[in-house]
């Protein structure tokens, strides 16, 4: 495939090109001037004294998470202006939050990298130039505005337990074989980035055609990734089509016979970004996040030990059991511009398909 083939074949070179920025970075600054600069923004963080994050990541890690980062800063308040749900809900809530000159969030994690482009653009993230944006490779950032604070795959998922191995898909196109019937796939609603993110990059993979045939098909059409993985579990559908890569993984899901399926075209990859917002109450406690979020440190307990995603750092592995990134043949959009069109008109565009 041309666009896993230019990302897969990519990522020794991004790491060269890392470790080049990583030591580069290390000679901008002396170690004293940045032990004070450093100090300074603790300081000014302490003042403020509390931080409110938008986020998208799901479930009750995110706050285990959290704790990690207040142990570190115990100063903060970051229960107070929390608020979590569907990236399309943090986006709009954030959003209307600016149009009306009204700015309660400081931080914002959303997995729809096409929103993070248009803010950006428009002005609405705040500048700050992390010393961790060295460790990201270019399609995995904006210098000085974001960074993707988790790499999430979007897979089929199937029960063992249900659907026997010999029957289940080994490509995005055994979809459309016919013993998987009407509403026997599930997919997630528009509402969800990484839905837009696997069906857009499918789309353009294997044109307009595929998206009517899977149509057909009559999937179910759920709300959350947490409900199709209980529908899967519970044999409700035979298959999710579009569930989180990470749910398939851990105690709990082989226990549930859970199976991940990695299409022999490639696993679409979303990115979901972290940034401050431009107008933030507490910009000082935002970079203290920010720092940490993105650190190697930060990395590995996010994504490796609480969550199972992949970081986009080439200093974090992979989680257990999981394939390196690199050998998903990562699928990633190309002309960022077409995207933001298609983000654009997703939600009329998957109600006319998938009504």
Known sequence: MPVSGRFGNSF?????????????????????LARAAD?????????????????????????????????????????TGFYSGPTGRVLARVNAEIDAKRVTFDVMLAANMAAW????????????????????????????????????????????????????????????????????IAIQNAAAGTQFNQLYLLERAFGLDFIKRLAARHPVVMATGAQMTDAIVRGEVRLGASLDHWRAFGPNAEQAGLTAVYPSEGMPLTLAPVGIIAGAPHPNAAKLFMDFILSAEGQKLLNVDLYGMYSMRADVPAPA?????????????????DYLRASAMFPQHFEEYFH
């Open 117 to 184: 482009i248009e803010m950006t653009r428009a002005g609405k993230i705040m500048r700050y130039d992390s010393s961790e944006y060295g460790a990201f490779p270019a399609g995995a950032k904006a210098d000085g505005y974001w960074a993707a604070a988790q790499a999430i795959g979007v897979i089929p998922v199937y029960n063992r337990n249900v659907l026997p191995a010999a029957d289940a898909p080994k490509s995005w196109l055994d979809l459309l074989d016919p013993r998987f019937g009407d509403h026997q």
């Open 39 to 79: 100090q300074a923004m603790v300081e000014a963080a302490r003042r403020e004294g509390a931080l409110a994050i938008a986020d998208s990541a799901p479930g009750e890690n995110f706050q285990k998470f959290l704790e990690a980062f207040t142990a570190k800063y115990p100063f903060l308040d970051v229960a």
């Open 321 to 337: 059991g999981q394939k390196p990134l690199a050998e998903t043949h990562p699928l990633l959009p190309t002309d960022l511009d």
């Open 12 to 32: 020794a070179m991004i790491a060269r090109i890392m470790f080049a920025c990583c030591l580069w970075s290390g000679l901008w600054l002396t170690p004293s």
